[in-house]
């Protein structure tokens, strides 16, 4: 047995999943351990409560933290191993006759303590071959968590992908409902116009649709290629420490020119296409509003968050203008349950913002729980370089190009309803179904501020 190690011992320090030295080692509750890698791989597609692989004992947590002292032992374990290669006649310094036990950081070689003294090597950095081992497979264990950090970002895209795709096609035939409503309630505009607009739309889905196809074939290829990546850097993690001692650079070079570009999901955006004599029409209601002084709004910077989080991919992160901007409101001085009125609101200046009305009730429990009931707001929230509208009551993310600056808000008490314009386009960005509310409403408005 290697360095005095027994036969049962060194069998402890094997992996039941792969028969190698365990490599980064998790001890699951049922107490059985296992490579993090090879559980990883074993456990990729199962959903909780996952198998022990040994004892099929269920574990409701996917996620261990590292044995130290088991991957102490392997390591010791290897060392020896390594030692004793490196003893062998056959292995020992030609010129001194001596055991090789440090390494050269730059010829990547093993030297004796006399050759490292050398003039040849005396200015190369050098560390103890025990040292040395230990350190690339460091840097190899960091490399897997990297790559397989990216795959699980692939696997959450292709994910999201696909529930973003259900999504857009029924917004499509939701606002394919709403804009035949909305031709129909003018009738002197011809039916040739509304087919026109509608089959434009259609085939900007069709696009659409076809995109969508195309990015997740993209991930799915991207995911499959990081995957083989992966396998090939286990294979690496069970190999003796005098092969990891060969050099790894090609391999981790590999690695990360594969993870530089990580294909991203699909942000679908349809055209603002315009309706002739759109905002002339509701023009004629155009009313006179007289807002409160602005004001800071607790609760709309966690309201905000909320809906970015429901628009947003899992990826993206809160942007810098999330953390350092305050939001400021306003709602009408005049309050509304009968009649038709229109007015407009310039956000050219904001990066977040949202328009609507808005109950008594929901005023005034602001700045106490992020609620929208009893709001009927248009959102716009903005993520990076990506902005996304979305309404509420219910919650509707809008795949619709944002407004420029002005945006309108029809609002008729009579058909209990609301509809909100695209004015730069003449465009209609959603009208809520008639009967969506029945009581007194105030205008509101409110907008993402940076603090100087």
Not at 63 to 89: C, D, G, H, P, W
């Amino acid at each position: 047995m290697e360095s005095g190690l027994s036969q049962a011992f060194q069998e402890e320090l094997n992996c039941f999943i792969c028969m190698s030295y365990l490599t980064d080692p998790v001890t699951i509750s049922c107490g059985h351990s296992f490579c993090r890698a090879c559980l990883r791989l074993s456990w990729e597609d199962s959903q909780l409560p996952v198998q022990c692989p040994m004892c099929r004992e269920p574990s409701q947590q996917k996620n261990f933290r590292t044995n130290i002292v088991l991957k102490k032992l392997v390591s010791i374990a290897r060392q020896a191993s390594l030692m004793k290669y490196l003893s062998s006649e056959e292995h020992q310094c030609v010129t001194h006759k001596e055991t090789k036990r440090i390494f050269c950081m730059e010829t990547r070689i093993y030297l004796c303590q006399l050759c490292s003294d050398s003039h040849m090597h005396r200015g190369h950095r050098h560390c103890p071959i025990e040292a040395a081992a230990e350190g690339e497979m460091e840097r190899l264990l960091q490399q897997m968590t990297s790559l397989w950090e990216k795959i699980q970002e692939i696997q959450e895209n292709v994910e999201a992908e696909s529930i973003f795709k259900i999504l857009f096609i029924d917004y499509l035939l939701m606002r394919e409902d709403m804009i035949r409503m909305e031709y129909r309630k003018w009738r002197a505009v011809l039916r040739e116009e509304e087919e026109e607009h509608i089959e434009h739309m259609k085939i900007e889905g069709i696009h659409v649709l076809e995109k969508f196809r195309e990015s997740e074939a993209m991930m799915i290829q991207k995911s499959k290629q990081l995957r083989e990546m992966f396998q090939e850097l286990r294979a690496m993690s069970q190999e003796p420490y005098v092969v990891l001692l060969q050099g790894l650079d090609d391999i981790f070079r590999r690695s990360k020119s594969m993870q530089l570009s990580i294909p991203q999901g699909l942000e679908p955006e349809l055209a603002a296409l315009p309706m002739i004599g759109l905002t002339e029409r509701f023009k004629s209601f155009k009313a006179r509003l007289f807002f409160e002084n602005l004001f800071m709004f607790l609760c709309m910077k966690d309201l905000f968050n909320v809906l970015r989080r429901a628009s947003f991919r899992p990826q993206h992160q809160d942007t810098p203008e999330e953390t350092c901007g305050c939001y400021l409101a306003s709602w009408g001085l005049q309050s509304f349950i009968s009649g038709k009125y229109y007015w407009e609101l310039n956000f050219k200046a904001s990066w977040d913002w949202v328009a609507g009305v808005c109950t008594d009730s929901w005023l005034k429990t602001r700045n106490k729980a992020v609620d929208t009931k009893g709001a009927f707001l248009l959102f716009c929230v903005k993520e990076g370089n990506h902005y996304s509208l979305l309404t509420t009551n219910p919650t509707i993310r809008h795949y619709i190009e944002k407004p420029l600056d002005r945006v309108g808000v029809f609002l008729d008490c009579e058909a209990g309803c609301l509809s909100f314009l695209n004015i730069a386009k003449s465009s209609l960005i959603y009208k809520y179904p008639n009967g969506t509310f029945s009581h007194r409403v105030w205008p509101f408005f409110s907008f993402g501020q940076i603090i100087p």
